[in-house]
């Protein structure tokens, strides 16, 4: 005679299912935090290359940075100076004009994309570079003017990278996107 199977009783899912999540939810999170402390800890031995002197910059040749209408200055970047070095930074020359015209002033800066943070290395007084005696590196938010950070999300960096080459940076900033902060 065949023997019927035996049925065990029911267990109730709902606290298996959420035990299950909770666990998931802990690996997810411990995953996150090792992943943090690894880009902390290379942070942390990063070092900056030794800056090379300020450009030569030509103000025919300038691209401009797309910024707001109520904006009484246009900003804008001779390609020519945009140079990535093997730190990350990426180092430009920027002219600030009025939009009525007149006269101009110009800056040697440094943009860190890892970080989203910049550095003004020098200023342009009378036909001559002024050298910032102790630059420091500061957040975008806490500038005064907006140019640095639209300048960084329109076309310097992808994220928190520099984008891929030089010429894509112009390409960018021929033709800013705005992508999705």
């Given at each position: 005679?065949?023997?019927?199977?035996?049925?065990?009783?029911?267990?109730?899912?709902?606290?298996?299912?959420?035990?299950?999540?909770?666990?998931?939810?802990a690996c997810?999170?411990?995953?996150?935090?090792?992943?943090?402390?690894?880009l902390f800890?290379?942070?942390?031995?990063?070092?900056?290359?030794?800056?090379?002197?300020?450009?030569?910059?030509?103000?025919?040749?300038?691209?401009?940075?797309?910024?707001?209408?109520?904006?009484?200055?246009?900003?804008?970047?001779?390609?020519?100076?945009?140079?990535?070095?093997?730190?990350?930074?990426?180092?430009y020359v920027?002219?600030?004009?009025?939009?009525?015209?007149?006269?101009?002033?110009?800056?040697?800066?440094?943009?860190?994309?890892?970080?989203?943070?910049?550095?003004?290395?020098?200023?342009?007084?009378?036909?001559?570079?002024?050298?910032?005696?102790?630059?420091?590196?500061?957040?975008?938010?806490?500038?005064?003017?907006?140019?640095?950070?639209?300048?960084?999300?329109?076309?310097?960096?992808?994220?928190?990278?520099?984008?891929?080459?030089?010429?894509?940076?112009?390409?960018?900033?021929?033709?800013?996107?705005?992508?999705?902060?």
């Amino acid at each position: 005679m065949p023997t019927l199977p035996t049925i065990l009783p029911r267990r109730p899912i709902r606290p298996l299912f959420r035990a299950s999540r909770t666990l998931l939810l802990a690996c997810a999170l411990g995953g996150a935090a090792l992943a943090q402390a690894q880009l902390f800890s290379k942070d942390a031995d990063w070092k900056e290359t030794e800056v090379p002197p300020p450009p030569a910059f030509d103000q025919n040749k300038l691209v401009a940075i797309d910024m707001p209408p109520y904006m009484t200055l246009k900003f804008g970047i001779d390609p020519g100076t945009i140079k990535v070095s093997d730190d990350g930074v990426v180092r430009y020359v920027v002219v600030a004009t009025h939009k009525e015209g007149g006269g101009f002033n110009a800056f040697y800066e440094g943009l860190r994309c890892a970080t989203a943070e910049y550095k003004s290395y020098a200023r342009f007084n009378n036909g001559s570079w002024d050298l910032t005696p102790a630059p420091e590196w500061k957040r975008l938010g806490d500038r005064n003017s907006t140019y640095t950070k639209a300048l960084a999300t329109q076309a310097l960096c992808r994220g928190n990278a520099p984008r891929a080459s030089v010429g894509e940076m112009v390409r960018y900033l021929r033709a800013p996107v705005r992508e999705v902060e």
